[in-house]
Structures are given as structure tokens and as C-alpha cells.
């Protein structure tokens, strides 16, 4: 197939599909027409931590795709690429719905690539700019719940998102929330234990709309602020100075995450009742002993 031809092959497919990508992500000025491996590359899509990505058509699946260039400087050696061929091969076969679909690992002229599903959706940075106001507590706890659930499944499989962050994380507009799959690598103690702090640096950002520091651990609420003091407690034990404070895995982090019970609730509820109670007595005791 030409590539004149691939190309009427494209414009009919975004028809049928009506997938409308943002118009300052559709700079093709460098890479119209260019094919990396099977794929006829359509537009740059953008840059995150794990390398660029661009829309492409796949002639074989007769589809668009996602290809993210692997940015790793070391990717040329045999030993690491056999790690990313691992891990792809455990992406392919994870089936999770907060994780984007992985259709291959591939090398073109040296340049190697992960060939994905494709997402018109935002990224995490962008849904939390777009409301045209602050998203609530609990959005933003929906968001990084359901993304902490496609980030087990990964986990159980041995893999670990090596930059998680705001940018790598996609929010449909029906709520629906992806991880992008580039990101992940075998899992490693070390790697482990930064994720989970990266996780939970980039949950206080939305939180609270600016980046955690030292000063935060005192555990007080920034003042104003509509966040429950439970959750507050929960991320700022993820971002705690001694690491052995910290969560021991991804599933007890999680855990903390979840809101309070009814019961829980109730019961805490039941207590400031009981010490309001206590407290008015005792100033009505001591107003009748003054009179």
C-alpha cells in the first residue's frame, strides 16, 4: 500500500471511529507519512517521563495505535532489551481495564517501540486543570483508586510503573482511568518503594494543588483545605522521612486509601457527640455551682 493510499486508508478510519485528537497535538510537520516498523505514523501525541508517543496506523489490525518510543539510553544492550521484552510480553497478556492494551514490542533502525491501544483521553494533568474549577476530594480519590487497582494487577504480575505521575495516567469522560503501559519494568525492592512514594507525592499535588514538603509531616491540614483529615494522614504516611514508616506494599497503601466505613464513621461520630456532651455538662455543673 502506498502511503498516498495508507493515508485515505486513515482519514476514513477517523471517520468511522470519530476519534478527534486535540488540534495542538496534531503537529505533523515532522512525521506525516514516516513508518516505523508496519506503522504509518500520523501525528506526534506528546512526551512524558517514559519517552514520545505518537498516533499511527497498524495495516495488520486495520486500526490506530499508539507508539511510544522508548526512551532508555541503555535499551541498545542485550541484557536490557531482553528485560523490556519481558515485560512486554507480561503487558501483552495482562488484560486489566485500567491498564492501556499492549499490542507489541518492537525495534525499528535501532529505535525500539511499544505499540499500545489508543486513547483520545486526557491526561491526569489535564482532567485536574479542566473543570474550570478545583476537582473535589473525592474525585481525585476515585481517579488514583482505580489507577492503583490496574497498578496491582501489574504488580502481582512482577511489574512496577518506574514514573508514575500526573502525565501518565488517563481520564476518559466517562471516568474511565488508564495507566499508560510504557512506564512499567520488572519489579525491584528499590523501585517499589520509590513508586509508592511517587504515588503518593502525585496524589497530595492533587490533593492540594501544590508539590508536598518536609514542613507537611507535622501532619497538620494546609489551612482551608476540604480534604478529610483521615486522607491527609493516609498520603502523608506514604510521603514520611523514614521509609520504614512507610506503607509495605502497594495493597496496604490502597487499603488506607479507602474511605471510613459507616461504622468507622458512626463510631467516631458517636465519640465527639459523647465529648460535646461531657463538655457541656461540666459548664453547666460549674455555672450552677457560680450561681
Known amino acids: 500500500m ?24 496534531m503537529d ?70 485500567n491498564i492501556l492494551a499492549v499490542h507489541e514490542l518492537g525495534v525499528h533502525e535501532d529505535q525500539r517501540f511499544m505499540a499500545t491501544e489508543l486513547s483520545a483521553d486526557r491526561t491526569m ?44 495516567v488517563l481520564v476518559g469522560k466517562g471516568g474511565r482511568v488508564r495507566v499508560r503501559a510504557a512506564g512499567f519494568t520488572i519489579a525491584r525492592a528499590e523501585l517499589d518503594r520509590e513508586f509508592r512514594f511517587n504515588f503518593c507525592a502525585a496524589l497530595f499535588e492533587a490533593l492540594h494543588g501544590r508539590r508536598p514538603k518536609p514542613g507537611d509531616h507535622g501532619g497538620e491540614l494546609p489551612r482551608d483545605s476540604k480534604v478529610p483529615a483521615w486522607l491527609h494522614a493516609a498520603v502523608l504516611r506514604g510521603l514520611a522521612p523514614d521509609p520504614s514508616e512507610r506503607y509495605g506494599d502497594l495493597g496496604e497503601l490502597l487499603a488506607a486509601l479507602e474511605p471510613p466505613s459507616p461504622v468507622a464513621d458512626w463510631c467516631v461520630k458517636l465519640s465527639l457527640a459523647t465529648l460535646a456532651t461531657g463538655a457541656l455538662g461540666l459548664a453547666i455543673g460549674l455555672a450552677m455551682n457560680l450561681l
Open 125 to 168: 494533568r489535564r482532567w485536574l486543570r479542566g473543570a474550570g474549577q478545583p476537582r473535589t476530594w473525592r474525585e481525585i480519590l476515585a481517579v488514583f483508586t482505580a489507577a492503583g487497582r490496574g497498578l496491582a494487577a501489574a504488580r502481582r504480575q512482577g511489574l512496577v510503573h518506574r514514573c508514575f505521575g500526573p502525565d501518565e
Open 28 to 97: 505533523t510537520k515532522d512525521t506525516d507519512g514516516r513508518f516505523i516498523g508496519r506503522y504509518l505514523v500520523l501525528s506526534k501525541l506528546g512526551s512524558g517521563a517514559a519517552g514520545v508517543s505518537f498516533a499511527a496506523y497498524d495495516p495488520r489490525r486495520d486500526c490506530k495505535v499508539s507508539l511510544e518510543l522508548i526512551d532508555d539510553q541503555e535499551a541498545s544492550r542485550s541484557s536490557v532489551w531482553r528485560r523490556h521484552l519481558q515485560e512486554a510480553q507480561v503487558l501483552t497478556q495482562l488484560d486489566h481495564p
Open 2 to 25: 502506498s502511503p498516498t493510499n495508507a493515508l485515505r486508508v486513515i482519514e476514513s478510519i477517523v471517520d468511522d471511529l470519530d476519534m478527534s485528537l486535540n488540534s495542538e497535538l
